[in-house]
């Protein structure tokens, strides 16, 4: 994570085009052959730090108490895990939304936070398998298209929002933070048929 955090910081700082793989590992403290045992590219760098948020949140939907129906569970998960204090400070916001904007303007880094995403939706079926089913039998398989698409869903309406809010000047918490504007996308899904829900 120490590189992941050096990656972050020289990309804010200098700009992703300035900063080289080799800087990075200086500022991490190792060689670069260290940094290229775990990273191909720079750009790859920071994938752990945008996994890490992906990874609360989807572990926020499995501890959410086993009484929420599927939508309480993912709102539970985006208040805990999207309002400024409880996972992550007002500050490191900020390298969120910073983060998030290099994102979308370098195609490198865009495909790092594509795969991110990817990957935490594969790990958010699987936990709603298992909401769905009670944590009884395995009634609903977590790669059925049903799953795959329910957390395609609930990933997109997170995602969104917060590119969203990256994009724009508002603070972290608020009206048009990255949690009001989630559970705002959650909202608009009312109709959605969630699995489990009843």
């Given at each position: 994570?120490?590189?992941?955090?050096?990656?972050?910081?020289?990309?804010?700082?200098?700009?992703?085009?300035?900063?080289?793989?080799?800087?990075?590992?200086?500022?991490?403290?190792?060689?670069?052959r260290?940094?290229?045992?775990?990273?191909?590219?720079?750009?790859?760098?920071v994938?752990?730090?945008?996994?890490?948020g992906?990874?609360?949140?989807?572990e926020?939907?499995?501890?959410?108490?086993?009484?929420?129906?599927?939508?309480?569970?993912?709102e539970?998960?985006?208040?805990?895990t999207?309002?400024?204090?409880?996972?992550?400070?007002a500050?490191?916001?900020?390298?969120?939304?910073?983060l998030?904007?290099?994102?979308?303007?370098?195609?490198?880094l865009?495909?790092?936070?594509?795969?991110?995403?990817?990957?935490?939706?594969?790990?958010?079926?699987?936990?709603?398998?298992?909401?769905?089913?009670g944590?009884?039998?395995?009634?609903?398989?977590a790669?059925?298209?049903?799953?795959?698409?329910?957390?395609?869903?609930?990933?997109?309406?997170?995602?969104?929002?917060?590119e969203?809010?990256?994009?724009?000047?508002?603070p972290?918490?608020?009206?048009?933070?990255?949690?009001?504007?989630?559970?705002?996308?959650?909202?608009?899904l009312?109709?959605?048929?969630?699995?489990?829900?009843?």
């Amino acid at each position: 994570m120490e590189i992941a955090r050096a990656a972050a910081g020289l990309f804010v700082s200098r700009g992703l085009k300035a900063t080289r793989a080799e800087d990075i590992a200086q500022a991490a403290g190792c060689a670069p052959r260290t940094f290229y045992r775990y990273f191909a590219t720079k750009e790859e760098a920071v994938a752990p730090l945008y996994a890490a948020g992906a990874q609360r949140w989807a572990e926020a939907v499995r501890e959410a108490p086993a009484a929420l129906s599927v939508p309480e569970a993912l709102e539970h998960a985006v208040r805990h895990t999207l309002t400024p204090g409880k996972a992550v400070s007002a500050a490191s916001w900020e390298w969120v939304r910073a983060l998030v904007r290099l994102a979308g303007t370098s195609p490198a880094l865009g495909k790092v936070w594509a795969e991110v995403c990817h990957e935490s939706e594969r790990a958010l079926a699987e936990i709603l398998a298992g909401r769905a089913t009670g944590g009884g039998p395995d009634n609903v398989a977590a790669d059925s298209p049903e799953l795959r698409f329910t957390a395609a869903v609930a990933g997109a309406a997170v995602r969104v929002a917060v590119e969203s809010w990256a994009a724009g000047s508002a603070p972290p918490s608020g009206p048009e933070g990255p949690a009001a504007l989630a559970l705002r996308n959650l909202e608009a899904l009312r109709g959605f048929s969630w699995p489990g829900a009843s």
